[in-house]
């Protein structure tokens, strides 16, 4: 939420506005005095990296009521207040809507009783989710959901050691009374045996077939188990199912050593992950956009996110959807009827289907790792050879990359590898070897091992590697095989992907070590510090990371830059040592600029602002692609690999003839990416048009229209063009209506 906050006070002041903080919610807008204040620059700075809201918040039953909301709109007409921002879950928008549709007959009230409203005759409200939950239709991701799992799986990732050590049963509850969503993705992402969900009560023999399920399990060779379960679980028969009941029934029947860990509030709090920083301050400045340009005939909207991008839709429809049934749910629920949660829970009740039939389909897949490791592979790993078990496939593991396919290491373990799989073990290591020179030796490892299929994971060699394969195929038949790509890198730059595998992982962990740095200049002053990030050519860590921590300037490829802006920074973090914050942080990408190296940029920071403020530098290196992957890396790697080999039987079959094989058309080489917010397969070939395979790089970067913001937050001007429409040709060129107060 301190993200959205910080967003809307200094993008409401870039735009000439008068933005006051607003304390304890609807509570400090009924009791007014010191609860309303102006808002400065300064004051939101360092609050990104803090959990909750520093402004406060509050129930307030008073709100509630006519009388209540009569003492808040006098409030706002004391200091001329015509713009409500409200970030909060579907209550607080509930009330937002409800006081913006009597806003006229309140003001009728006030004029009778001497008030002055000559300046207020209409409200403008925009809201924004703030929920864990994720329980809010109308937006793919909620204002706080990323990071409660973020607390969640450090919690998972902790126990599954102490679980392995004495061979123990884990039943884990989340929150969510009336929402599924973090029991849901907490399950997809560790692998969890059993998954409780108020959408979707088990069935009325549920006790019988989760006792099989963990024998299964503990059959396999597997230590431990892993139950979770949403405070809001209930039967078919709306009686709740707690996790005592479930700890108490795996004991008398099982006899297994069972614990149950409840997670409360411990959810709600710790510092907020990458994603939702960068959430709250898209959000944020696309509120504001939207309070600016409102008319009196405007609706009270809620700033959303699809896909990637920032949308405004009609607050109460969205509102009026979220009203979740309190006893059993139906199919046709609103949540289970959304895609994206209909998806997640489909692929896990496959993952979790444990047993492969008894027929087998006669195809062998083969699955590959290439290029440098990034966070999340072993999740497609995973999710890939569980689903070709599911389809009767005979999985391979190809080691050592396309080095490792060209020389045979395809062992054929297969109950081994599935033992590997489920501990999150991945294959051994992948390298950057290209294939083109190898094509021959490739050849004659699928023929001998008799491969129908390749999953190839991996960053931009991968995909420059599978388009050599593809070449080849006029000369080598065996190679007419479905392949698919799966991008997995930190760089974030494989094309015809908005995100790889690995690179959110990254962005967390170069964020954490802004955040340390930054914190260990609080006990000194006047100290700036430039940060070099991995990426290659790619600015998107260095971008994002900037949004994430607050960067006063991030230096990439794809925005090219001269002495003269290396100049002006400078200015600024001068002048920026004058106010009451005295740090700095720049980003600069490593192939940002062949001359204008982290060494050049230190030396000039160090050598202009002496007597000002001192430099230090710090090179993050590998550390980079290391670390526990992310909810959201586990979650999309897990979807990725079940897609994959969807795709790949589909493929197999379409291109089998008389128990041959012979896929030489260009869909039967395809990269499987996210769009906007869906996942496609995209033939290879025409990905080959979008690339700029010198730098390595996509021709097109979504994530370079966020680079505005980044330079609006750090007080710098610049044009903001964040939804591909001219916010800001009617705010800046037009100028902010008169006595805009926010």
Not at 18 to 35: A, S
Not at 158 to 181: D, P
Not at 547 to 570: C, H
Request: proline share 3%; net charge neutral; glycine share 10%.
């Amino acid at each position: 939420m301190n993200a959205a906050v910080r967003a809307v006070v200094r993008v409401g002041i870039f735009t000439g506005a008068k933005v006051y903080f607003v304390h304890e919610g609807y509570q400090g807008l009924v009791d007014g005095g010191d609860n309303i204040q102006e808002a400065t620059w300064e004051r939101v700075s360092m609050m990104l990296q803090l959990g909750g809201t520093v402004i406060g918040s509050a129930r307030c039953q008073d709100f509630r009521t006519r009388e209540g909301r009569l003492k808040a709109a006098r409030n706002l007409v004391k200091r001329g207040i015509t713009n409500l921002c409200v970030i909060g879950g579907d209550g607080s928008l509930t009330g937002a809507n409800t006081f913006q549709a009597e806003w006229s007959s309140l003001l009728v009230e006030l004029v009778k009783t001497g008030n002055e409203a000559k300046n207020s005759s209409h409200l403008n409200i925009v809201g924004m989710v703030g929920s864990i939950d994720n329980d809010f239709c109308g937006t793919d991701m909620t204002i706080g959901t990323d990071s409660a799992l973020h607390r969640i799986m450090e919690i998972v990732d902790a126990i599954t050691t102490t679980a392995q050590s004495h061979q123990r049963t884990f039943v884990l509850e989340v929150m969510g009374r009336h929402c599924g969503y973090l029991a849901l993705i907490t399950a997809l992402a560790c692998g969890a045996d059993w998954v409780f969900i108020p959408e979707s009560p088990p069935e009325d023999d549920w006790e019988e077939h989760l006792c099989r399920r963990l024998i299964e399990t503990r059959g396999r060779g597997s230590r431990l188990n892993i139950i979770i379960v949403a405070e809001g679980a209930i039967t078919k028969q709306g009686q709740p199912i707690t996790s005592e009941d479930i700890k108490n029934l795996v004991v008398k029947r099982l006899g297994y050593d069972t614990r149950v860990t409840i997670l409360g509030h411990v959810q709600r709090g710790g510092t907020p992950s990458a994603f939702d920083r960068i959430l709250g301050s898209r959000m944020g400045v696309e509120a504001v956009m939207a309070l600016l340009e409102g008319t009196p005939d405007t609706p009270a909207c809620v700033v959303s996110l699809s896909g990637n991008q920032a949308v405004r839709l009609p607050l109460m429809e969205c509102v009026q959807v979220v009203k979740w049934p309190l006893l059993a749910l139906r199919s046709d629920s609103p949540l289970l009827s959304c895609r994206s949660f209909q998806n997640n829970w489909n692929v896990y009740k496959l993952l979790a289907h444990v047993r492969p039939p008894s027929t087998k389909s006669g195809y062998n897949l083969a699955v590959m790792n290439v290029g440098a490791p990034a966070s999340g592979m072993n999740a497609a790993v995973r999710a890939a050879v569980r689903i070709g078990l599911i389809h009767g496939h005979k999985m391979l593991a190809v080691h050592d990359g396309f080095d490792g396919l060209a020389h045979g290491q395809v062992p054929s373990r297969t109950r081994q590898l599935s033992r590997c799989i489920d501990a999150f073990s991945g294959i051994s290591a992948s390298n950057r070897t290209l294939p083109k020179k190898y094509l021959e030796e490739i050849s004659a490892t699928i023929s001998s091992f008799n491969i129908h299929g390749l999953i190839i994971i991996g960053g931009f060699e991968a995909f420059t590697g599978s388009l050599e394969l593809v070449e080849g195929r006029g000369k080598y038949e065996e190679l007419c095989i479905p392949v698919c790509v799966i991008p997995a890198t930190v760089s974030n730059n494989v094309p015809g992907s908005d995100f790889s595998i690995g690179a959110d992982t990254a962005l967390n962990t170069i964020t954490t070590t802004c955040d340390r740095i930054k914190q260990s200049a609080a006990g000194t002053k006047r100290r700036v510090f430039i940060i070099e990030t991995m990426g290659g050519y790619c600015g998107y860590l260095a971008t994002m990371a900037g949004l994430a921590s607050g960067a006063d300037a991030a230096y990439i490829f794809e925005d090219p830059f001269t002495i003269r802006d290396l100049q002006v920074n400078v200015e600024h973090l001068c002048e920026k040592m004058k106010t009451t914050v005295k740090r700095g942080l720049v980003l600069r990408n490593e192939k940002c600029n062949e001359n204008y190296t982290t060494d050049f940029i230190f030396n000039l920071y160090s050598e202009e602002g002496k007597g000002i403020f001192e430099s230090r530098k710090n090179v993050l290196g590998h550390m980079q692609q290391g670390g526990t992957p992310t909810p959201f890396d586990r979650n999309f790697g897990t979807k990725m690999g079940a897609k994959s080999v969807a795709w790949l039987t589909g493929k197999i079959k379409e291109y089998s003839r008389h128990g041959r094989i012979f896929a030489n058309t260009a869909d039967s080489a395809c990269l499987l990416g996210m769009r906007r917010r869906s996942l496609v397969f995209q033939p290879l070939a025409e990905l080959e048009e979008q690339t700029d395979f010198e730098h390595r790089l996509p021709k097109q970067q979504w994530w370079l229209k966020l680079r505005p913001i980044l330079k609006i937050l750090a007080k710098y001007k610049a044009d903001l063009d964040t939804s591909e429409k001219a916010h800001l040709e009617h705010i800046t060129h037009k100028g902010v209506p008169a006595e805009a107060n926010i």
